[in-house]
């Protein structure tokens, strides 16, 4: 724009400065070169204006030029920018994604910590369970050995009458022995002082362990004896249950209708019950296998109705199976209410009475769990009324032997013991205290604050641990008498270790130079303590430290 400008202002000076040259002449030569000099501004005007055109046209091109340099750089700066943003937003997902899994490891971190103190607390309350029993253990030694004291001071007592009747008597002869003996009375008072604290003292200490003695053996024969009495009075069949149920058909022909086309309907039955059937060569016989008893009760019930039917196909199957469901948990409310009546307890909700009807589908070591209830009941009122109680308290004994292991049948999975859980769905339903610690504490799992407690804990272990009662795969029988006798041996002074009465007693033969009677003690206690901790068995196992010393001489 600027060099149009120059242009024009340059043709115009050049314009005046050729008037006033030529003015003169001009005006002289004023009609002869008019002609010329219009002729000659004109063309100066064309050549001005071409020249202003071109100008024009090179300014308007330079400026396109410019504008489409400006928009390649402006394009450029702004792909630029994106580029930098997309690097930027990288950069940060990265850094989040890190932090992300920074912020996964410190939770996972936190969930393991807490798993870890939850333990801990588990081990803290187990140890401190262990303290109350042994708290409690103690103050009744505390009570015996008061007892005790009690006794030898009647027996103090009583000597000290003896020897006031001894000195009452040595004053009479004193003359006489003096006489006799040709002594002072000091001197044979003191002879026989001497004499009468020795034989004084050694006749304490002999009634002292007679006493103690008498007691334990009386302590004992009662003990047993109500034991006994009770168990006398019970009779229980043999176990027989298991994991598989026995279906008999009364031809083989059948089969191919439950198998069906490509093995439709055995899907179907084993989708529907969560059962397994297993059809093999075996003639006339198809076997249901679960680990559920209820599963395997219904599969045989449906199966049972689809064979007599002869309809078996999927749509049919499902309707079977779900009728057969609906009654069978009508028959265990109805197997519940009979449990009950028969063994005459009242008051009992709805919802424990079902499950005293499921316990009929459970079993432990294959022991039926609610043969085991009803014979722990039974066990509980004879066990009570052996040992004096009252009938509300009899009654209260068999109500917590049938409802001990309640928690083992409950509808919902719980991180609680079986016993802590059975307690929790009694006090819910607002069962006797007396009941719900009794349910609580048959495994020393929190402490016992009535007579019914112990009772229930002794005739659930009666009723599990005698013989016939329950069953043990070979392996796993195999396996834990050896665990016994490794747990024994592992400590310092063993020399052998042997499980007697199938794994019901430990024998320890120890080293007599390296364990004393002291540490004896103390290693029967260590070894029930460990196998407490990390075994599982019915009933007990006593634990019996040998010690025997030894003195070999040759006489030659």
């Known amino acids: 724009m600027e060099i149009i400008i120059g242009l024009a202002i340059g043709l115009l000076v050049g314009a005046a400065i050729a008037y006033f040259i030529f003015g003169n002449k001009a005006k002289e030569q004023n009609l002869t070169h008019q002609a010329d000099a219009e002729k000659m501004l004109a063309e100066a005007r064309l050549k001005a204006e071409k020249i202003q055109a071109d100008a024009e046209l090179k300014a308007e091109k330079t400026f396109a030029e410019y504008r489409e340099k400006q928009e390649a750089f402006k394009k450029q700066k702004i792909a630029e920018s994106r580029e930098k943003f997309a690097r930027y937003k990288e950069e940060f997902k990265a850094e989040k ?117 008498l007691a334990k053996e009386d302590a004992a024969k009662d003990a047993r004896k109500v034991v006994i009495n009770t168990i006398q009075r019970m009779c229980a069949e043999m176990t027989i ?38 059809v093999d060569d075996t003639p006339e016989t198809i076997v249901i296998s679960s680990f559920d008893p209820i599963r395997r009760e219904v599969a045989r019930l449906s199966l049972k109705r689809l064979v007599s039917d002869g309809r078996i196909h999927p749509a049919r199957i499902e309707e079977v199976v ?59 009122a004879v066990m009570a009324a052996e040992m004096g109680l009252n009938k509300k308290q009899v009654k209260l004994a068999k109500r917590a032997g049938l409802l001990h292991d309640i928690g083992k049948v409950a509808d919902e999975d719980s991180e609680l013991s079986h016993a802590l859980y059975g307690m929790q769905m009694a006090e819910k339903l ?78 320890v033969m120890v080293e007599a130079d390296k364990v004393s009677d002291q540490h004896a003690d103390e290693l029967s206690f260590k070894i029930s303590q460990e196998i407490q901790e990390t075994m599982q068995y019915p009933g007990q196992i006593k634990i019996m430290v040998i010690r025997e010393t030894r003195a070999v001489a040759y006489a030659r």
Request: charged share 35%; aromatic share 2%; with cysteine.
């Open 97 to 213: 994604a890190e932090e992300l899994v920074e912020l996964r490891e410190k939770r996972e971190a936190l969930k393991e910590e807490q798993a870890t103190m939850k333990e801990e607390r588990a081990e803290f309350k187990a140890e401190l369970d262990e303290v109350l029993t042994a708290k409690e253990g103690l103050k009744k030694r505390e009570e015996e050995i008061e007892s005790r004291k009690r006794q030898l001071e009647e027996e103090i007592e009583r000597t000290r009458n003896k020897q006031e009747e001894l000195d009452t008597q040595h004053e009479r002869f004193t003359i006489e022995l003096e006489k006799i003996a040709g002594l002072s009375q000091s001197d044979a008072k003191q002879r026989l002082m001497e004499a009468v604290r020795a034989k004084t003292e050694s006749e304490a200490i002999t009634l002292r362990r007679e006493l103690h003695e």
């Open 322 to 380: 779900n009728k057969t469901r609906k009654e069978l948990d009508q028959g265990i409310k109805e197997i519940g209410q009979k449990t009950v009546i028969e063994l005459d307890i009242h008051g009992l909700p709805a919802d424990l009475i079902r499950m005293v009807g499921r316990m009929r589908y459970r079993s432990s070591y294959g022991q039926n769990l609610l043969k085991h209830s009803v014979e722990t009941a039974h066990l509980c």
């Open 241 to 278: 249950e298991n994991t598989v149920s026995v279906f008999s058909l009364d031809n083989d022909n059948v089969k191919g209708q439950i198998i069906g086309r490509e093995g439709r309907n055995i899907r179907a039955i084993e989708a529907a019950t969560g059962a397994e059937l297993v």
């Open 430 to 507: 607002n069962e006797n205290p007396i009941v719900v610690n009794a349910i609580g504490a048959h495994h020393d799992e929190i402490e016992m604050n009535n007579i019914i407690s112990p009772i229930v804990q002794a005739c659930d272990a009666i009723s599990g641990a005698r013989p016939g009662a329950r069953r043990e795969i070979l392996e796993g029988y195999i396996n834990r008498i050896k665990e016994l006798e490794d747990i024994a041996k592992k400590h310092e002074g063993v020399n052998s270790a042997f499980a007697m009465q199938a794994g019901r007693e430990l024998r």
